[in-house]
Antibody
Framework: HVQLVQSGAEVKKPGASMKVSCKAS????????ISWVRQAPGQGLEWMGW????????NYAQNLQGRVTMTTDTSTRTGYLELRSLTSDDTAVYYC????????????WGQGALVTVSS | EIVLTQSPATLSLSPGERATLSCRAS??????LGWYQHKPGQAPRLLIY???TRATGIPARFSGSGSGTDFTLTISSLEPEDFAIYYC?????????FGQGTKVEIK
């Protein structure tokens, strides 16, 4: 069955960078992409962007342009989310989700990774 | 971007009751709308896609309807495990967007 397993919780200082991983199994990795969605404490779900595991094409949310990079490693079936210049507003649970086009529904999700930004 | 407005913010009901959740889009999205269930400490779960199609393994008590700008998720008879937050999401126009959520809580 489809499974997405994410890296663990992290604590970061303001101004630092974070990198979360998402290892996929149970499907043909290159036939899909990965979207990243975050949820700040007490807030709703925010789509951050998408990367194609086929060719590396990306679409990022406009408010994160310049601070975010999404990558994939097809040899290990893993997606990565990097976010730079962190502030307390970036404290959130970060989810990866399988997404075939960057404008789709999210039928499988990782378990989430809590990133706390605090001095 | 398309804004999705969900109502009510909170729905207080008892097990066995019917839940009716609303999602209104700021622009027409045809039937390109999905619903998710989200419980604390868990990943969201896709319930409904294309406005009315149940995702794999979703019980028949969950149903979706609507098109254009107005959508409804109905839970016909609430089970104890259904108390959670529900989000709608559109995939009609980039970027994909979510509503702010409706919390279904035990009365």
């Amino acid at each position: 069955h489809v499974q997405l397993v994410q890296s663990g919780a992290e604590v970061k200082k303001p101004g630092a960078s974070m990198k979360v991983s998402c290892k996929a199994s149970g499907y043909t990795f290159s036939n899909y992409g990965i979207s990243w969605v975050r949820q700040a404490p007490g807030q709703g779900l925010e789509w951050m962007g998408w990367i194609s595991a086929y060719n590396g094409d990306t679409n990022y949310a406009q408010n994160l342009q310049g601070r975010v990079t999404m990558t994939t490693d097809t040899s290990t079936r893993t997606g990565y989310l990097e976010l730079r210049s962190l502030t307390s507003d970036d404290t959130a649970v970060y989810y990866c989700a399988r997404d075939d086009s960057g404008l789709s529904y999210f039928d499988s999700w990782g378990q989430g990774a809590l990133v706390t930004v605090s001095s | 971007e398309i804004v999705l407005t969900q109502s009510p913010a909170t729905l207080s009901l008892s097990p066995g009751e019917r839940a009716t959740l609303s999602c209104r889009a700021s622009q027409r999205v045809a039937t390109h709308l999905g619903w998710y269930q989200h419980k604390p400490g868990q990943a969201p779960r896709l319930l409904i896609y294309d406005a009315s199609t149940r995702a794999t393994g979703i019980p028949a008590r969950f149903s979706g309807s609507g098109s254009g700008t107005d959508f409804t998720l109905t839970i016909s008879s609430l089970e104890p495990e259904d108390f959670a937050i529900y989000y709608c999401q559109q995939r009609s126009n980039w970027p994909p967007t979510f509503g702010q959520g409706t919390k279904v809580e035990i009365k």
